[in-house]
């Protein structure tokens, strides 16, 4: 039961960030599907708006370093795991439930059908908003990442007292 009130309040933690997030969609573009990145970056009103490369390699490095830490404690403090095992597993059960739930919720249901995201200058790409493969493949790099992050917060869990 706690492991399932904790999907619970790490989706509805996960919500909160990404609707901070969304307020201004342009700086998150990179998560969008190519062809809509490619429209972007070919408008003038855009020109100084998009993140860089390196914008977006620091934005998603800081977040996986926080989100390891996180894992950390919440799998020491929350869940009592000692070892790497316990921690690896649980955590992997935790990162598996939320992205499940991003790419079903937050991305295929959200994100392709809300209009908020639909960018100036793209409105007629209909078709590539609700591009559900690509928030799927999404969904497998968010696993592998994922993986390593869980691997990195199971390998702090037994210093932590």
């Not at 390891?68 to 000692?82: D, E, H, Q, S």
Request: include cysteine.
């Amino acid at each position: 039961m706690t492991l399932f009130i904790e999907i619970l309040a790490l989706c509805a933690a996960f919500t909160v960030m990404v609707y901070v997030m969304s307020r201004d969609p342009i700086k998150t573009v990179y998560n969008y599907p190519p062809k809509i990145q490619e429209r972007v970056s070919s408008l003038d009103m855009y020109k100084d708006k998009i993140p860089t490369q390196e914008n977006k390699i620091i934005t998603k490095l800081t977040a996986c370093v926080i989100f390891t830490i996180v894992c950390a404690l919440i799998l020491r403090y929350v869940n009592g795991c000692k070892t790497f095992t316990e921690a690896l597993k649980t955590g992997f059960i935790l990162w598996t439930c939320v992205n499940l739930y991003d790419v079903v919720i937050m991305d295929i249901i959200w994100f392709c059908h809300d209009p908020h995201f639909v960018l100036p200058g793209t409105e007629d790409m209909v078709e590539d908003y609700h591009d559900y493969l690509f928030h799927i493949k999404g969904g497998f790099i968010g696993e592998l990442i994922g993986m390593a992050v869980c691997v990195l917060a199971s390998l702090i869990v037994p210093f932590l007292p």
